[in-house]
């Protein structure tokens, strides 16, 4: 792994620049090796804290965005990704049963991944949904998002509406950015020319995925874990959309916390 080879930025830099270097082939990421468990696989990064809850006897690995693109990226279906998952946990677990959690957006590639080891008669003993927006979920405009926002801050007091205020701009220009991005490399898109592997280009390949994707009924049983605090980016829906496509039933736990320290 270059992060543990190149400890400091600057030698990361030194590496990723340096001729001949590739992104891994496989997606799989090692969080925990050890225990006796079966392993379990999280879609995407951000479940360090979740990990060391899960005692030491539970192996769990995450799946990288980064295993799935050479030196070019092209745009991919979410089908796809999934499938390239499947592919990268067989190389550690070759049946199932399997167990699969994916936090927001990535939920959603969990959700396709494991519909699709059903289909391939595997069992799938877990899919774990943290605060995910489903299928039928209905999102908020921009605009309508930021009025909901200053109807927030005055209710509150100068100081503490400021805050709110400095807190929510960082969501608000990454909606703006990804929008550019969108509107200058559309044509790139549309002729699926490749573009340079960079973080930015591989995270808009995976959302205009993500966008284009057409969710199938999920034959067994999803567990959907909640967030308290409601996000008033969505309007409001007890299974945040997921109503109906899970053929097993959705088990919904609701949990204290907001969507990003669930």
Request: hydrophobic share 45%; net charge positive.
């Amino acid at each position: 792994n270059a992060v543990f080879k190149a400890p400091t930025v600057e030698r990361l830099a030194v590496i990723i620049r340096g001729n001949g270097w590739l992104p891994p082939s496989n997606c799989l990421v090692e969080m925990r090796a050890r225990g006796s468990k079966p392993p379990l696989f999280l879609v995407h990064d951000g479940y360090s804290s979740l990990v060391k809850y899960l005692g030491d006897g539970q192996p769990v690995y995450s799946l990288s965005l980064l295993g799935l693109f050479g030196k070019q990226v092209v745009s991919m279906r979410l089908e796809d990704i999934a499938a390239s998952y499947i592919e990268s946990i067989r190389t550690l677990q070759p049946t199932g049963p399997y167990y699969i959690g994916g936090h927001s957006a990535a939920g959603v590639v969990a959700f396709e991944t494991a519909r699709q080891l059903h289909m391939k008669g595997e069992s799938v003993a877990l899919l774990a949904l943290f605060d995910t927006q489903g299928p039928q979920s209905k999102a908020l405009p921009i605009a309508d998002k930021i009025r909901a926002y200053f109807t927030i801050m005055r209710r509150m007091e100068l100081r503490d509406g400021f805050r709110y205020a400095l807190a929510k701009l960082p969501a608000l220009k990454e909606e703006v950015v990804r929008s550019c991005w969108r509107l200058i490399h559309w044509p790139s898109l549309r002729a699926n020319v490749p573009l340079a592997p960079t973080l930015r280009n591989i995270k808009m390949i995976y959302l205009k995925a993500l966008r284009e994707y057409r969710p199938q009924v999920y034959p067994g049983r999803a567990v959907l874990f909640r967030a308290q605090d409601r996000s008033i980016a969505f309007e409001t829906d007890s299974q945040l959309g997921w109503s109906g496509m899970a053929a097993g039933g959705v088990t919904v736990h609701e949990v204290a916390g907001n969507h990003f320290n669930l």
